[in-house]
T-cell receptor, first 117, second 113 residues
């Protein structure tokens, strides 16, 4: 099946640091990538939708200047959490999807656990 | 506003029984609905997709139904096993564009040996 690689899987850093998370689709073209945030025992909250070559579309309440998304190729999207603070600590998950193929599921990475001290 | 609810946060059943999970939604008419499994500390894994014109879909021990009148999907695991213990999420393509998916609250299933 389709494989999505997310890196790093775990990050611990000091407050004020910027952190970049990578999401790669290894064996298919991801025309669209989604970024989610998940708090303990809660469901996935969609943060933004990113189409290759276009600016990301952010969900209401998500700061675009805080969470920078780049989707420059069909196999890679990055999420940069800028000037991270403890409240940004969370589990971030990406998923990849090929909109050319109808009714296909999203394929998820294994997430990045971000801890800001 | 959008709302996707799944029954009880946690469901415990005895091994060998059938687990039934519910996904209810309001204010939408999705073209299709998906079910995912998520294990702790991992990303969700796709299980089944059912389209609005399909009443039922099966895959091995899994069965999904989709009632667009009731705005509800049921997810069944027959002959449940301890290895089926996980959180199960339903997801809807809200705008029917294939470009924006929202997930339900999730149900944590524990199968007791």
């Amino acid at each position: 099946g389709a494989v999505v690689s997310q890196h790093p899987s775990w990050v611990i850093c000091k407050s004020g640091t910027s952190v970049k998370i990578e999401c790669r689709s290894l064996d298919f073209q991801a025309t669209t990538m989604f970024w989610y945030r998940q708090f303990p025992k809660q469901s996935l909250m969609l943060m933004a939708t990113s189409n290759e070559g276009s600016k990301a579309t952010y969900e209401q309440g998500v700061e675009k200047d805080k969470f920078l998304i780049n989707h420059a190729s069909l196999t890679l999207s990055t999420l940069t959490v800028t000037s991270a603070h403890p409240e940004d600590s969370s589990f971030y998950i990406c998923s990849a999807w090929d909109r050319v193929l109808p009714n296909q599921p999203q394929h998820f990475g294994d997430g990045t656990r971000l801890s800001i001290l | 506003s959008q709302k996707i609810e799944q029954n009880s946060e946690a469901l415990n059943i005895q091994e060998g029984k059938t687990a039934t999970l519910t996904c209810n939604y309001t204010n939408y008419s999705p073209a299709y609905l998906q079910w995912y499994r998520q294990d702790p500390g991992r990303g969700p894994v796709f299980l089944l997709l059912i389209r609005e014109n399909e009443k039922e879909k099966r895959k091995e021990r899994l069965k999904v139904t989709f009632d667009t009148t009731l705005k509800q999907s049921l997810f069944h695991i027959t002959a449940s096993q301890p290895a089926d213990s996980a959180t199960y999420l339903c997801a809807l393509d809200i705008l029917n564009t294939g470009n924006q998916f929202y997930f339900g609250t999730g149900t944590s299933l524990t199968v007791i040996p």
